[in-house]
Every structure is written in C-alpha cells, then in structure tokens.
C-alpha cells in the first residue's frame, strides 16, 4: 500500500530516523531529473548471429511502440553497409546516432594503421583505441567522425565502446564536441575486461587524466558526462567474472542468472531513488547480437521504461545537457543502494562490505600514453599503486634560450639556427620529454635525471655545433649540421623482405605504399605495391629503438657520429665547385621530414612516479 504523506510530515519522519528515503520508490516522493538512457551498439552484421536486417527492425519496434527516445552508437563498419543505414536513417527524430569506438581491420587499413593478425576482434589488444599509440588513435577517430559526418552531416554528440582511455577522451571532446560517453560499469574479470574503481553505477565528469577518476577541480575537468552500460546490483555484483557481474540492468545478465523483469525494475529503482539529485539508468542491447536472444525481454524493458513514473527516457546528448544544468561544476557526492552501500565522493569510495578507494585526480592509467597490446584490459584504480603528479619545468629552455639571445645579439643569426635544427635533429625526442600525470613520458632515450640530461643535451649541441662552425669554413656549408639527418629519416623509411625467393628493398610511403627494387628469381624488378596491414607489418626496418635503449649511444655517440659526417661532407663539397651545393639543400629538405617527425612523435616508453 502506497504511503501518501505531506511534505512538511514527510521530512520530519525521515529527520527522525523513522522512515528511510531510499526504500521509497521515486515516483512516490516526485523527485525530479530521473532519466533512463537508451543505448544500443550497433556493430558490423559479419558479427551478428543474424545477419538479415531483422535484429534491428525488432530493436527499434520496441523502442518505437512507447515513443521512447533512444542513441544507436554505430560502429565505423556499420557507416560503409548502406543498406543498414537506409534503415537507421529512416528512424524517428528521437533517434541520436552517435559512435561506436571498436576499432575493425578495416577501420585499421582505411586510417593507415596497422591491425595485429591473426586475432579475435574482441581482443582488448586490438579493439579498443588503447591498443594504438597516440597518433594511429587520432587517425582511427577522424576516419571514424569522416564517415559519421558523411552520413549524418555532422559530427556526433554520443560516443562509447566498453573501454575509452583518456588520451581519446580528450581528443573526443576537443576536436569533435562530444559531449556524452558510455564505458562498461565495474567488473573484475568479465570477457577479458577488468574496469575497476569508477563511481558505481552513477554518472559523474571524469578527470582529464582519469577516465575513471571523478572531476573535482576546474583544472582537471574533462567537460563529458560518463555513463555505465550494465550498471551492478550493489550487493551481488562484488566478486570476480561473470557469475557475480552478471547481477546486472542487460536483460541478457539478469535472464543468465535465472532473474525476470521484476529483477530489471527493482534494480532500476535503486539508481532511480532519490538519493541524488540525478538519477540515471542505462538500458540496452548488442544489436544483431544479444538482441537476437532477448529481444523479448527488451521488448519488456521498454514497457516499464514507458510505465516509471517521473523518469524520462533521453539520448545520451540529452542527458549531458540536463546533467550540465543540475551539476554547472560536478557532483560532490553520490551513493547507491537501499541502505546505502555504496558512498561515494570526488575524495574516493567505500563499501560497507569493506573496500574503500582512495582517487588519485591527476594520476593516469599507462594507456594514456603508450599502448597496451595485452590480452587482458586491467583498469584496476585499487592496483593501480600510489603514484604522485610531479611538477615539471623545463629547466634545459632556460639554458638554450640564454645562448640564443647570446648569438642572436652577436648577429650570429645563421649559427643560431643551424645549432637549434642540430640539437632538435640529434635531442628532440629527450627534449620533449617530461613528468605528465604521476609518469615519466619519454619520446626518446630514457634515463635516470631527466632535467640533468636534458640540460647536458643542450650543453653538447653548444659545444658540437661550435666545434662544426669552425671545421667548416663555408658559411652555405654549416647547414649540412642539420641535413644529415637526412640519412635518418631515409633509414626510418626503408624496408626489407624476401618474397618468392627475391630479395626486396624499398621505402614505406605512408604506412602500407611500398616501393621496392626485388632482386632475385627472375632478374631485376620494381614493385609498386598497397600493402594490407599485416604485410606491412612484417616488413624488416632499421629499428631506432635500439639507439634510445642505450644512453651512450643516444646521448653522445648519435650526435658526434652526425657532426662527423657533417664534417666530413663539407670537407668534400668545398673543395667542389659552388654549384654542388646544392645537394646542401636536398638533404636538408629530406631532413626536414626527420625534425617534423620528431615533434609529432608518440611517446616511447613511461615510468610511473612513486
């Protein structure tokens, strides 16, 4: 039987301990913004277990039948198949498309990056955008938004996949605007992916660094509300794999473990009270894939969806925007469930069972900066270890910029310039080096004192650089300091094999256009060739890394070896006629492909702080 009770009663009952708030159902005491978020990934139909278009004409019919709202986060794949876009494109204003960030081989070939053979397409080391370096995500992500975009006319709002790192979430709301993203809520071991640590089950702005790390300053604020796809039951869903996380809002979890639609409403209640002043529940299904088996069940979903008093069903844009209007910073606090089990704050969270997580704001997981190409995805906030944010300045620009103003007002303009090619030619890549997010990120060689090496990297260039204005006597000769890293830059192109008993050595243009010489079977050759990824790949190269693992050869021989050459060829072209200069210049602008790759280099190898 339904309590009414007056408003001033109410509160006096609930002041005294006498009625407990969180077992009222929401609709009973009115409590605004309560919204259920529809969100159906859509992959490509080579993966559905019914490929006909069926699965989804089902999906959207029980949406439809209730006028309910709904986001479609379609995969890059699903762009290209146009005959399950004629159907998308047919849905009704309450439909938001968004972007499903799964990464396919053939998103992988198109953005000219290379997709690892040979394995599962779920595998977390080639699915999610953390599996790539910095650079192959950006490429993967504006391929992905140039197909949306040409579908759409524009660039979406939504945007989700189990696992987003927080290098792409950034990119996501910077370059493209999106506004509203879905990772998967917290499970242990479930289907090669552990997330762990973020607030359990309840929307929140994520921190700049952390994805799973609730925003709690202005600086570190990630403007992007994070909703959860299977948000947990608060008690049962604690241990590891899927017999504990299945306890669970996906029709497919709570039907595995025997539960019904019942289940889905009690749960639904628990994030929908008002212990917060949002409430939020996402809803849905793999399109063409656990849609298939259930999509009875979500056809009952949808009908309590419709029959919640008070509660709103929203794309996930919509939710942003009435999400922004109550939170204008972010949410202080937050707790779930019927007797509170879970508390919860911008300082941590603790669980009356026993965990208590203490967030660490400006500390990244690895995959910020490097990838990860482990079979497991272990996002674990508990294990992640302490690890401190240290401020960084970089003390080597005070040392280089004092020698600049020094030469600059000496009139030694050309010297200047030759010296700063020089070192970012022979030191760039420890130059851009630094403490970011409680790491140590290194683009080149990594070593022990940072500040230190860089300050000797400056040190060195000065002394080579002014050795190698003396040794060589021709003004138009000194930039042959810089243009031997022209030899760098060709060494980073080429490539080797050996296919059909021919031996085949080229340059890469781009990451898959090989031009080739084959010599072998069959006499002399040239090969013009698009190579697919894994070909690609395959290809033998000269392998840098071997330089920046050792900090001798990086730090002293590397530069000394280039001077020496340097030397060496201007000791040559002058004693040839003028007019030989101008391979100077060639190399040089060969060069400049070694210095621009430099600055737009991903980094290398990271080090956490402890």
């Not at 600059?408 to 130059?431: D, E, I, N, Q, S």
């Amino acid at each position: 039987m339904k309590v009414k009770l007056g408003k001033g009663l109410l509160m006096i009952l609930v002041g005294c301990g006498l009625i407990n708030p969180l077992k009222i159902q929401a609709a009973e005491l009115s409590c605004p913004n309560r919204y259920a978020t529809i969100i159906n990934p859509v992959r490509s139909r080579s993966l559905w277990r019914d490929k006909s278009l069926k699965p989804i004409n089902n999906q959207y019919g029980a949406i439809e039948k209730d006028g309910l709202a709904a986001t479609w986060l379609l995969q890059d794949d699903v762009l290209k198949d146009k005959e399950l876009m004629g159907v998308i494109k047919s849905f009704d204003q309450k439909q938001e498309k968004g972007v499903f960030l799964e990464v396919s081989e053939q998103l992988a070939q198109e953005s000219g990056v290379i997709y690892p053979a040979h394995t599962y397409w779920y595998n977390p080391g080639v699915v999610f955008l953390s599996a790539y370096q910095q650079s192959e995500r950006r490429r993967l992500i504006d391929n992905l938004m140039k197909d949306f975009k040409a579908n759409f006319g524009d660039y979406p709002k939504a945007a989700g996949a189990w696992w987003i790192d927080s290098y792409s979430v950034d990119y996501l709301r910077e370059r493209y605007g999106v506004k509203a993203m879905m990772i998967v809520a917290d499970q242990k071991t479930t289907d090669h992916y552990g997330v762990w640590g973020q607030w359990w089950g309840v929307p929140y702005y994520p921190s700049r660094a952390n994805v799973l790390v609730p925003a709690s300053t202005t600086k570190n604020k990630e403007d992007v509300v994070m909703v959860q796809w299977a948000q947990r039951d608060p008690k049962l869903a604690q241990g590891e794999g899927p017999k504990f996380s299945n306890y669970s809002l996906q029709a497919n979890d709570y039907i595995s473990q025997g539960k019904t639609t019942n289940y889905f409403k009690e749960l639904g209640k628990i994030y929908l009270d008002c212990s917060n002043k949002v409430g939020q529940i996402t809803v849905g299904l793999e399109t063409g894939m656990e849609s298939v088996g259930f999509i009875e069940e979500y056809g009952r979903q949808m009908e309590a969806i419709a029959e919640m008093k008070g509660v709103e069903a929203v794309t996930m844009s919509q939710f942003y925007e009435q999400f922004a209007k109550v939170y204008r910073q972010w949410p202080e606090a937050a707790v779930v469930g019927t007797e509170k089990e879970w508390t919860m704050d911008t300082k941590g969270r603790r669980y009356e069972g026993g965990e208590k997580l203490a967030y660490q704001a400006g500390v990244a997981f690895e995959d910020y900066w490097v990838a990860d190409k482990s079979e497991f995805l272990n996002r674990n906030l508990i294990t992640q270890g302490k690890q401190v944010d240290k401020n960084y300045w970089p003390v080597w620009m005070g040392l280089a910029g004092g020698m600049s103003v020094w030469l600059v007002l000496k009139k030694k303009w050309r010297g200047w310039l030759v010296g700063v090619l020089f070192g970012w030619g022979a030191f760039g890549l420890l130059l851009r080096s630094g403490y970011e997010y409680g790491w140590q990120v290194f683009y080149g060689p990594k070593v022990n004192n940072l500040e230190v090496a860089q300050i000797a990297a400056v040190g060195i260039t000065g002394l080579l650089v002014v050795a190698g204005l003396k040794l060589i006597k021709r003004k138009d000769l000194w930039w042959l300091m810089p243009a031997t890293f022209a030899g760098d830059a060709v060494l980073k192109a080429l490539r080797f094999s050996v296919i059909d008993q021919k031996y085949l050595a080229g340059v890469l243009i781009g990451n898959f256009r090989l031009l080739a010489i084959g010599i072998g079977k069959g006499g002399l050759s040239f090969l013009n060739s698009h190579l697919i990824g894994y070909q690609a790949g395959a290809l033998l190269k000269f392998d840098f890394n071997k330089i920046w693992e050792n900090g001798v050869v990086s730090l002293f021989l590397y530069p000394v070896a280039h001077m020496v050459i340097a030397v060496g060829l201007g000791w040559i072209l002058a004693r040839l006629p003028k007019k030989y200069g101008v391979i100077v210049w060639g190399l040089l602008v060969v060069a400049l492909g070694w210095l621009i790759g430099t600055a737009m280099a991903d980094p290398r190898v990271v080090v956490p702080i402890t």
